[in-house]
């Protein structure tokens, strides 16, 4: 018989742990640079002022009520997020090549795909997941979880601090034929490393030589460059080369909507003559399968983004909040930058203007992290990475100084 005293304790995650110890922490002058989400220049969680709009709008519907969504979601929400990464007048939308699923923000879309390739993908037996080395740790806990083999790219360089380009093709090169190979479509977390168009372009081709399977995770559309279709831009051009993909979509970042969990996951496939009928089964066997996990989606934030996606008005005032968010990033990757160059700390620092997004791989070692920590009570993960939206106007000065002290 089952008995719960075998179950052996789980280590703590380690993202979550980090923040309690920020919280018990009482030194005035303490820094979170560990959480992902967007922070103002006063270190405060920020509402989108289109996401208040919409959430005005919301509350003043007298027809509004709490019912259950269908099993695939809002409808308007999920063509709305289609168009949005797919693009507007994608031939995969009016070929009706795609079904989408709104499901529990990224976590849950990664869930529904991966589940979804557990139960189906036939491609080669072994079924291997490649992630990027490294990656959201999830992507790990999520593949295992459904049983889904998994190995590494190589993806960042130690070295320069940005991609490993070499590596990685050589890489998927090597992989048995029909592998899933996961990609960050932007912004990539942990290291804020992208490759180039021109890398793109290469990797594209060699996941069409070995026929492998390509799973995009975007988790930060328009919160990276401010501009909704460069950070589309990658998974724009696989779909121009015909690729059958899935893809798995947040709203948690680019919308700021994290705790409301709206997101949305896709399944594309190739132009052929019975495409329409494979999406069909497709769909159906989605549909069962959520239904199983979650038997519907949660409905307001879906509804929040649904507003937005859908209003020409405040479609453009989302994307000038956008512009905000990535703009202030964007300035505080050119302000420590240029105050770490200033201090003469140690080491090459152009990697923090290079890579993009809301993460930024320092090259700090754990042994400099928890002298940061010690000393100048700044929280990042151990890896050296830091969440650029903690830094501000009035911690930057702070925060430099306390690196240029950890480094020497
Ligand atoms: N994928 C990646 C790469 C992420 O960085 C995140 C957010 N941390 C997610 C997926 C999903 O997050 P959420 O479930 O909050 O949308």
């Not at 139960?119 to 999830?138: A, G, H, I, M």
């Not at 240029?338 to 320092?362: A, C, R, V, Y």
């Not at 009570?377 to 903690?390: D, E, L, P, Q």
């Not at 911690?395 to 020497?408: C, M, P, Q, S, T």
Request: glycine share 8%; with cysteine; proline share 5%.
């Amino acid at each position: 018989a089952f008995q719960a005293d075998v179950v052996p304790q789980a280590p703590e995650d380690p993202l979550f742990g980090l923040m309690a110890a920020f919280r018990r922490d009482t030194d005035p002058k303490k820094v979170d640079l560990g959480i992902g989400a967007y922070r103002d220049d006063n270190a405060k969680p920020w509402v989108l002022p289109v996401v208040k709009m919409a959430d005005d709008r919301l509350r003043n519907d007298p027809n509004l009520n709490h019912e259950y969504l269908p099993i695939a979601g809002l409808a308007d929400f999920t063509a709305a997020s289609q168009k949005l990464i797919l693009g507007g007048d994608s031939p995969a939308i009016k070929e009706k090549r795609v079904t989408s699923l709104q499901t529990i923000s990224g976590t849950g879309a990664v869930h529904l795909g991966a589940l979804f390739l557990a139960k189906f993908y036939k491609l080669n037996t072994k079924r291997t997941v490649y992630f990027s080395n490294p990656t959201w740790p999830n992507h790990f806990q999520i593949f295992s979880n459904v049983g889904l083999p998994n190995q590494t790219y190589p993806y960042f360089s130690k070295e320069t601090r940005g991609l490993d380009f070499e590596g990685m093709i050589n890489t998927l090169q090597n992989a048995d034929e029909g592998s899933i190979i996961v990609l960050h479509a932007c912004a990539h977390n942990p290291t804020g490393v992208d490759p180039t168009q021109e890398q793109w372009k290469k990797i594209a081709e060699v996941v069409r030589a070995k026929k492998h399977f390509p799973f995009f995770d975007t988790a930060y559309q328009g919160f990276a460059s401010g501009d909704l279709a460069r950070d589309g831009w990658a998974i724009r051009y696989f779909l121009e080369q015909d690729f059958e993909m899935c893809i798995a979509q947040s709203y948690a970042k680019n919308f700021g909507l994290y705790g409301e969990r709206a997101g949305c996951f896709h399944f594309v496939t190739s132009p052929s003559p019975d495409a329409q009928s494979t999406v069909t089964r497709v769909a159906s066997q989605l549909s069962i399968l959520q239904r199983s996990e979650i038997s519907n989606p949660p409905a307001y934030g879906a509804r929040i983004a649904s507003l937005v996606l859908n209003d020409p008005k405040l479609f453009a005032q989302w994307e000038e909040d956008l512009r905000t968010m990535s703009g202030r990033i964007i300035e505080m990757r050119k302000a420590l930058r240029g105050k770490l160059e200033e201090l003469g700390t140690p080491g090459t620092w152009n990697h923090i203007t290079d890579q993009i997004g809301m993460f930024s791989f320092t090259g700090l070692s754990e042994t400099q992290v928890m002298k940061l920590r010690e000393d100048s009570h700044v929280y990042m993960t151990k890896n050296g990475r830091i969440s650029m939206a903690g830094l501000n106007t009035h911690n930057i000065d702070y925060f430099a100084k306390a690196v240029d002290k950890a480094v020497r």
